[in-house]
T-cell receptor
Framework: GIQVEQSPPDLILQEGANSTLRCNFSDSVNNLQWFHQNPWGQLINLFYIPSGTKQNGRLSATTVATERYSLLYISSSQTTDSGVYFC???????????FGKGTKLTVNP | EAQVTQNPRYLITVTGKKLTVTCSQN?????MSWYRQDPGLGLRQIYY???????DKGDVPEGYKVSRKEKRNFPLILESPSPNQTSLYFC?????????????FGAGSRLTVL
């Protein structure tokens, strides 16, 4: 099956800083998604982004499908951005969604 | 409100005592899935279902059963729980079709097997 590698595993920021999270896939995937798990454990879908760039407020994501990676940008970080960010994808024709191990983000006031 | 509802949210049980974690969605989604989350391992898929009476194994199905008798419900059954099934479990659903890719997750069920 496909392997999903996320970096960095941990990230500590001061409020107001910007950050970039990366997700690499071992094989071509579609249905690439980014999720945020807040400190209470709730999982929220941030982006569905099989290719191209999308923006939602202070967050944006870019996927370069031909090079098998995706980036999540967080600008002007806030303490509420803390949590774990996961990327996930599945191969065409497969219903198995494979997750990376996540990037744990801590934003300090 | 569109949501996926899991119960119980927290459970402590003992080895070998059968238990069921229920999952229900009110969005008329065809696809439903169960994941377990363990420290350092991310989320791993246990089972998924494409529609009523259609289920398939994910990456870590051993020790689990599922059923899909109704479209809205997808219970996870642990016939004989063991301590290595102590984990945080998530149910999720989505519509199917080329345009339907966004997963909606339940709030999670934290299970401890002693």
């Amino acid at each position: 099956g496909i392997q999903v590698e996320q970096s960095p595993p941990d990230l500590i920021l001061q409020e107001g800083a910007n950050s970039t999270l990366r997700c690499n896939f071992s094989d071509s995937v579609n249905n690439l998604q980014w999720f945020h798990q807040n400190p209470w454990g709730q999982l929220i879908n941030l982006f569905y982004i099989p290719s191209g760039t999308k923006q939602n407020g202070r967050l944006s994501a870019t996927t370069v499908a031909t090079e098998r990676y995706s980036l999540l940008y967080i600008s002007s970080s806030q303490t509420t951005d803390s949590g774990v960010y996961f990327c996930a994808g599945r191969r065409g024709g497969s219903e198995k969604l494979v997750f990376g191990k996540g990037t744990k983000l801590t934003v300090n006031p | 409100e569109a949501q996926v509802t899991q119960n119980p949210r927290y459970l402590i049980t003992v080895t070998g005592k059968k238990l069921t974690v229920t999952c229900s969605q009110n969005m008329n989604h065809e696809y439903m899935s169960w994941y377990r989350q363990d420290p350092g391992l991310g989320l791993r898929q246990i089972y998924y279902s494409m529609n009523v009476e259609v289920t398939d194994k994910g990456d870590v199905p051993e020790g689990y059963k599922v059923s899909r008798k109704e479209k809205r419900n997808f219970p996870l059954i642990l016939e004989s729980p063991s301590p290595n099934q102590t984990s945080l479990y998530f149910c999720a659903s989505r519509a199917t079709g080329a345009w339907a890719n966004v997963l909606t997750f339940g709030a999670g069920s934290r299970l401890t097997v002693l």
